[in-house]
T-cell receptor
Framework: RKEVEQDPGPFNVPEGATVAFNCTYSNSASQSFFWYRQDCRKEPKLLMSVYSSGNEDGRFTAQLNRASQYISLLIRDSKLSDSATYLCVVKRERSSASKIIFGSGTRLSIRP | DVKVTQSSRYLVKRTGEKVFLECVQDMDHENMFWYRQDPGLGLRLIYFSYDVKMKEKGDIPEGYSVSREKKERFSLILESASTNQTSMYLC??????????FGEGSRLTVL
């Protein structure tokens, strides 16, 4: 079983729709959580960190459920420019350096 | 802006060749990483370095080695390239506990 699992999609939704992705992680020692965005043929870039209390950045809302070990990302009023692959990222500290694990990504396609 | 630069965007090599992938960052970051990204498998960590001359194996180090002689430079070496090493290679760097910044990637094809 992968340590971080995501639905690969693709999610194909109309512009203006609300879409949500989940990500589950298996290691309860995981400490920090992030969503990265990767455009086609580009490098991943940080979209937002995920805090225990949940956090919002414009149209994007991230939530963490430690008891059930999942993270979610909600995108409201989706735009064509939101089309990308969204990577769930989990970090846990080790003695030398943090271990950072990526999910395989959820592909989102917004149609006009 | 943080800049992570990978030396080659596209490479084509033959089986058995030695391959060097270079990565340079300009923000004095402590940690540097090499990942490979394959469809359906996501990003998998090959090696990382938390300081000059320090390195640690990631999840898939077999067939690879690394070098970090200077803080800004982290090299990935394929001693004898094989076809199953055809992939997109991504270098990243960060301060301790900071955000990961990625290079644009090096797409390697091994024939």
């Amino acid at each position: 079983r992968k340590e971080v699992e995501q639905d690969p999609g693709p999610f194909n939704v109309p512009e203006g729709a609300t879409v949500a992705f989940n990500c589950t992680y298996s290691n309860s020692a995981s400490q920090s959580f992030f969503w990265y965005r990767q455009d086609c043929r580009k490098e991943p870039k940080l979209l937002m960190s995920v805090y225990s209390s949940g956090n919002e950045d414009g149209r994007f809302t991230a939530q963490l459920n430690r008891a059930s070990q999942y993270i979610s990302l909600l995108i409201r009023d989706s735009k064509l420019s939101d089309s990308a692959t969204y990577l769930c990222v989990v970090k846990r500290e080790r003695s030398s350096a943090s271990k950072i694990i990526f999910g395989s990504g959820t592909r989102l396609s917004i149609r006009p | 802006d943080v800049k992570v630069t990978q030396s080659s965007r596209y490479l084509v090599k033959r089986t058995g060749e030695k391959v060097f992938l270079e990565c340079v960052q300009d923000m004095d970051h402590e940690n540097m990483f090499w990942y490979r990204q394959d469809p359906g498998l996501g990003l998998r960590l090959i090696y990382f370095s938390y300081d000059v001359k320090m390195k640690e194996k990631g999840d898939i180090p077999e067939g690879y080695s690394v070098s970090r002689e200077k803080k800004e430079r982290f090299s990935l070496i394929l001693e004898s390239a094989s076809t199953n090493q055809t992939s997109m290679y991504l270098c990243a760097s960060r301060e301790i506990s900071g955000e990961l910044f990625f290079g644009e990637g090096s797409r390697l094809t091994v024939l």
